[in-house]
Nanobody, 125 residues
Framework: QLQLVESGGGLVQPGGSLTLSCAAS????????VGWFRRAPGKEREGVSC????????DYADSVKGRFTITIDNAKNTVYLQMNSLKPEDTAVYYC??????????????????WGQGTQVTVSS
């Protein structure tokens, strides 16, 4: 059974950094795409970034380009989201999802599923 577990959230000041982890169990990330999404209070879920395991190709929301970096460690079966220059508007619960894909690229509109429980990121002074 495909299971994803997010971790690494916390409270950080504006301009600070955090690294989120998304650990997969019950399957390997080979031939999968993994995406990070977030939901702020009162808002719809928003796609943040995705990565394709086979190719390493990535996609980012415009709001995080140049600040966030998604990477994958296939040996650890884990995807990371390095978040720099954090802003108060980045405050949200961050989730990761995955789906089996044979494509060389990913898009934030792709059918990600098997969401983890989420990890809270709060950016505040």
């Amino acid at each position: 059974q495909l299971q994803l577990v997010e971790s690494g959230g916390g409270l950080v000041q504006p301009g600070g950094s955090l690294t989120l982890s998304c650990a997969a169990s019950g399957f390997t990330l080979d031939l999968h795409a993994v995406g990070w999404f977030r939901r702020a209070p009162g808002k719809e879920r928003e796609g943040v970034s995705c990565i394709v395991s086979a190719s390493g190709n990535t996609d980012y929301a415009d709001s995080v380009k140049g600040r966030f970096t998604i990477t994958i460690d296939n040996a650890k079966n884990t995807v990371y989201l390095q978040m720099n220059s954090l802003k108060p508007e980045d405050t949200a619960v961050y989730y990761c999802g995955a789906f089996r894909s044979t494509s060389w690229t990913c898009r934030l509109e792709d059918p990600f599923h098997s969401w983890g429980q989420g990890t809270q990121v709060t950016v505040s002074s």
